[in-house]
């Protein structure tokens, strides 16, 4: 059992006038050597020589000099560790000195010790390792986390170094017993050494150092050691931050997620900077508030998560805003600088509730835009933020602020990606319908054309169907131009809204009018279309040109998808107090449900591109929908499903009876549909069909 007794507390227990130095690792052994040279320069003789090693990797690095040492004296003893290796010859017999191994639980294990004693020179060191004090000191680079604190170099021993006679006798008395303790069988040979060397009765009186050259000498290493220390911590907060901006950038390049990199960032940060709580959130210059999801704090710290963090009210926030810098706020009971424009009285309740006393404010800027914070927060007492911890935290911010560009760049280039798919979705569409379209009314106005050229002698009732096939099929293709060339200038925004106050009534007829053109007098039979307006109606602000526009589509798909006995209605009524509802139902094929926001996409058919039993674009309701919203309305469909009939609502801003023009411009306007497209007249009935509906 070894023993836990420490031979420096003995000593300074024992010549009580004795102070306590700090020494490093680099000063002791530089002393060490220089005692071990003395003896190895045979200036005295047989001398005695005592030395402790705390770890078996110490004593090897020394090994080979006390080979030497040993054939100096036969009074050399050396301590070590049981799992020291001591060198043997090849007899197995020590070479010239004494070993001895001391048990682990030994004080002797913290320990440094170095006694030389001979008949004119006398030298000891006698140290311990220090302790560090529990609460370590706040830094950039905690101690735990320091990779200098782990050097060699920077660890520090606490003890005396001294040429006094009466410290040297002292101690090696007291290193002889602890010797004797553990080898007995040498006790006749210890006897030698304290006849030799140590007077029966040890004085407690102390000599003055005789050579102030050494203390200088001793005191310039230490100040060196000193310089190389802070080099350490400086290379260490270094490497520190280094790691810290690499594992961001790591995080950077393995997600482009904000929300991952945030939580990565604020735990390692946090972590680094040993805070009290980090939090990292988004937010814009005119953002009232901001959500905290990503936070690092410590155990005793209140958690912000999920709370709402206020930015309009908060003068920190408005500060860093107004800057674009970083603030750094040592204390918030004496914070604030009126040049500064930082007046903390109005919040500092509200940070004094969340265990804020110190806080570190970095903005993510990028290019003048502030894209989020770094917040760093401690309790307690005043804490001065030094230029490492600010440096850091910015260095963070600037990895925090590319990444957030990076990652909107990456979502604008999913979104353009999704462009180019719709629009090559278009264009495969448009290439199948515009082929579709063209060719079958380009082939009959060919036919048409090449029989009444190669036909001189055909009738006259003949020649007249001919014409007419020509002509309808000619209208057919100008509205197909006209349909790609409208919806090109809506989705463009190229189209100039003549907003006025309209009677829904007027625009009804004239839509009712605009069909017209597509009945002729041996059509099959006409379908009646019901239209329910009520007289108190409120005019609607809209452009009357292109209300008449939607409403003659609408009308048109529902007679294509209802039979000759069906029914087709418009309807409309006060949604609220500001808004009209107009709708156009049908009773015919309806719509499934899963499809009801699809027909109101481009080129959509119920039938299929090339499958349609009649002509269209499928792009009437595209059309419509780009109006209604450009108007500032909504439009959607509603059915029961198949054969259920189908119900298009649109909705319209309702004017109030001050704000309506007059009745005779409201008709000029309106009726340039139909002067426009030159319609013809005819019964207010439109003929049954079995065209497809381009919904």
């Given at each position: 059992?070894?023993?836990?007794?420490?031979?420096?507390e003995?000593?300074?227990?024992?010549?009580p006038?004795l102070?306590?130095?700090?020494?490093?690792?680099?000063?002791?052994?530089?002393?060490?050597?220089?005692?071990?040279?003395?003896?190895?320069?045979?200036?005295?003789?047989?001398?005695?020589?005592?030395a402790?090693?705390?770890?078996?990797?110490?004593?090897?690095q020394?090994?080979h000099?006390?080979?030497?040492?040993?054939?100096?004296?036969?009074?050399?003893?050396?301590?070590s560790?049981t799992?020291?290796?001591?060198?043997?010859?090849?007899?197995?017999?020590?070479?010239?000195?004494?070993?001895?191994?001391?048990?682990?639980?030994?004080?002797?294990t913290?320990?440094w010790?170095?006694?030389?004693?001979?008949?004119?020179?006398?030298?000891?060191?006698i140290c311990?390792?220090?302790?560090?004090?529990?609460?370590k000191p706040?830094?950039?680079v905690?101690?735990k986390?320091?990779s200098a604190a782990?050097?060699?170099?920077?660890?520090?021993?606490?003890?005396?170094?001294?040429?006094d006679?009466?410290?040297?006798?002292?101690?090696?008395?007291?290193?002889l017993?602890?010797?004797?303790?553990?080898r007995?069988e040498?006790?006749?040979?210890?006897?030698?050494?304290?006849d030799r060397?140590i007077p029966?009765?040890?004085?407690?009186?102390?000599e003055?150092?005789?050579?102030?050259?050494?203390?200088?000498?001793?005191?310039?290493?230490q100040?060196?050691q000193?310089?190389?220390?802070?080099?350490?911590?400086?290379?260490?907060?270094?490497?520190?931050?280094?790691?810290?901006?690499?594992s961001?950038?790591t995080?950077?390049r393995?997600s482009?997620?904000?929300?991952?990199?945030f939580?990565?960032?604020a735990?390692?940060?946090?972590s680094?900077?040993?805070?009290?709580?980090?939090i990292?959130?988004?937010?814009?210059?005119?953002?009232?508030?901001?959500?905290?999801?990503h936070?690092?704090?410590?155990?005793?710290i209140?958690s912000?998560?999920?709370a709402?963090?206020?930015?309009k009210?908060n003068?920190?926030?408005?500060?860093?805003n107004h800057?674009?810098?970083t603030?750094?706020?040592?204390d918030?009971?004496?914070?604030?600088?009126?040049?500064?424009?930082l007046?903390?009285?109005?919040?500092?309740?509200r940070?004094?509730?969340?265990?804020?006393?110190?806080?570190?404010?970095?903005?993510?800027?990028?290019?003048?835009r502030?894209?989020?914070?770094?917040?760093?927060?401690?309790?307690?007492?005043?804490?001065?933020?030094?230029?490492?911890?600010i440096?850091?935290?910015e260095?963070?911010?600037?990895?925090l602020?590319?990444?957030?560009?990076?990652?909107?760049?990456?979502?604008?280039l999913?979104?353009f990606?999704?462009?180019?798919?719709?629009?090559?979705?278009?264009?495969?569409?448009?290439?199948?319908?515009?082929?579709?379209?063209?060719?079958?009314?380009?082939?009959?106005i060919?036919?048409c054309?090449?029989?009444?050229?190669t036909?001189?002698?055909?009738?006259?009732?003949?020649?007249q169907?001919?014409?007419?096939?020509?002509?309808?099929?000619?209208?057919?293709?100008r509205?197909?131009?006209?349909?790609?060339?409208t919806?090109?200038?809506?989705?463009?925004?190229r189209?100039e809204?003549n907003?006025?106050?309209l009677s829904?009534?007027?625009?009804?007829?004239?839509?009712?009018?605009s069909?017209?053109?597509?009945?002729?007098?041996?059509a099959?039979?006409a379908?009646?279309i019901?239209s329910?307006?009520?007289?108190?109606?409120?005019?609607?602000?809209?452009?009357?040109?292109?209300?008449?526009?939607?409403?003659?589509?609408?009308?048109?798909n529902?007679?294509?998808?209802?039979?000759?006995?069906?029914q087709?209605?418009i309807s409309?009524?006060?949604?609220?107090?500001?808004?009209?509802?107009v709708?156009?139902?049908?009773?015919?094929?309806g719509?499934?449900?899963?499809?009801?926001?699809t027909?109101?996409?481009?080129?959509?058919?119920?039938e299929?591109a090339?499958?349609?039993?009649?002509g269209?674009?499928g792009?009437g309701?595209a059309?419509?929908?780009?109006?209604?919203?450009?108007?500032?309305?909504?439009?959607?469909?509603?059915?029961?499903?198949?054969?259920q009939?189908?119900?298009?609502?649109f909705?319209?801003?309702?004017v109030?009876?001050s704000?309506?023009?007059?009745?005779?411009?409201r008709?000029?306007s309106?009726?340039k549909?139909?002067?426009?497209?030159?319609?013809?007249?005819?019964?207010?009935?439109?003929?049954?069909?079995?065209k497809?509906?381009?919904?």
């Amino acid at each position: 059992m070894g023993n836990p007794t420490s031979i420096v507390e003995e000593i300074f227990e024992a010549l009580p006038t004795l102070r306590f130095q700090m020494y490093f690792k680099t000063s002791l052994t530089a002393l060490s050597h220089a005692m071990e040279d003395q003896v190895l320069a045979g200036s005295e003789e047989q001398p005695l020589i005592i030395a402790s090693f705390q770890q078996e990797r110490f004593y090897r690095q020394e090994a080979h000099r006390y080979v030497r040492i040993g054939g100096v004296s036969d009074q050399v003893y050396v301590l070590s560790a049981t799992e020291t290796q001591f060198n043997q010859t090849e007899k197995g017999q020590v070479k010239g000195y004494e070993k001895i191994d001391f048990d682990e639980e030994d004080a002797l294990t913290e320990e440094w010790h170095l006694v030389v004693i001979g008949e004119n020179y006398s030298a000891a060191l006698i140290c311990r390792e220090h302790q560090p004090v529990a609460t370590k000191p706040r830094h950039i680079v905690t101690d735990k986390m320091s990779s200098a604190a782990n050097l060699d170099q920077s660890r520090r021993f606490e003890g005396i170094w001294t040429l006094d006679r009466q410290v040297s006798l002292r101690a090696a008395d007291l290193l002889l017993t602890r010797i004797q303790d553990y080898r007995p069988e040498l006790a006749d040979k210890i006897n030698v050494a304290r006849d030799r060397f140590i007077p029966p009765v040890l004085s407690s009186h102390l000599e003055v150092e005789k050579d102030p050259f050494a203390q200088r000498l001793i005191t310039y290493l230490q100040a060196g050691q000193y310089k190389q220390l802070k080099a350490y911590r400086a290379i260490a907060l270094q490497e520190q931050r280094a790691r810290l901006v690499n594992s961001i950038t790591t995080a950077i390049r393995k997600s482009l997620n904000p929300s991952e990199i945030f939580a990565i960032a604020a735990a390692q940060l946090g972590s680094v900077l040993d805070v009290g709580r980090c939090i990292i959130y988004r937010c814009a210059d005119s953002d009232p508030d901001a959500t905290i999801h990503h936070e690092y704090r410590q155990p005793h710290i209140n958690s912000l998560e999920g709370a709402t963090w206020p930015l309009k009210n908060n003068p920190l926030y408005q500060w860093v805003n107004h800057n674009r810098a970083t603030l750094a706020v040592d204390d918030i009971n004496t914070a604030g600088d009126p040049e500064q424009t930082l007046d903390i009285a109005s919040a500092r309740t509200r940070l004094q509730r969340w265990q804020i006393r110190s806080c570190l404010l970095v903005p993510l800027i990028h290019q003048s835009r502030l894209l989020g914070m770094i917040e760093l927060h401690l309790e307690g007492s005043s804490h001065h933020w030094n230029d490492d911890e600010i440096g850091l935290t910015e260095a963070i911010s600037n990895q925090l602020s590319v990444a957030l560009i990076q990652a909107e760049a990456y979502a604008h280039l999913e979104s353009f990606n999704q462009q180019l798919a719709d629009l090559e979705r278009t264009r495969s569409n448009l290439i199948a319908i515009t082929g579709h379209e063209l060719r079958t009314p380009l082939s009959t106005i060919r036919v048409c054309l090449e029989s009444l050229l190669t036909e001189p002698d055909m009738s006259a009732d003949l020649r007249q169907i001919m014409l007419d096939t020509a002509l309808t099929d000619a209208e057919r293709m100008r509205k197909l131009v006209q349909d790609f060339l409208t919806l090109s200038r809506l989705e463009s925004q190229r189209v100039e809204w003549n907003l006025e106050s309209l009677s829904l009534q007027e625009c009804v007829a004239l839509a009712l009018s605009s069909l017209r053109w597509q009945h002729s007098a041996d059509a099959a039979p006409a379908m009646q279309i019901e239209s329910q307006l009520p007289e108190d109606l409120p005019f609607v602000r809209a452009d009357g040109e292109w209300i008449v526009e939607v409403l003659s589509k609408l009308l048109d798909n529902a007679c294509k998808f209802t039979e000759a006995n069906g029914q087709v209605k418009i309807s409309a009524h006060m949604r609220d107090e500001k808004t009209v509802e107009v709708t156009v139902s049908d009773s015919g094929r309806g719509i499934e449900s899963d499809r009801l926001e699809t027909v109101f996409e481009r080129f959509y058919q119920e039938e299929g591109a090339l499958r349609r039993s009649v002509g269209g674009t499928g792009l009437g309701l595209a059309i419509c929908q780009q109006i209604i919203e450009g108007l500032g309305g909504e439009i959607w469909a509603t059915s029961g499903g198949k054969d259920q009939g189908t119900q298009i609502h649109f909705t319209l801003p309702a004017v109030q009876k001050s704000a309506r023009y007059s009745t005779g411009k409201r008709r000029s306007s309106a009726r340039k549909v139909a002067a426009g497209q030159g319609r013809k007249t005819s019964a207010a009935k439109t003929s049954k069909t079995t065209k497809s509906r381009p919904r």
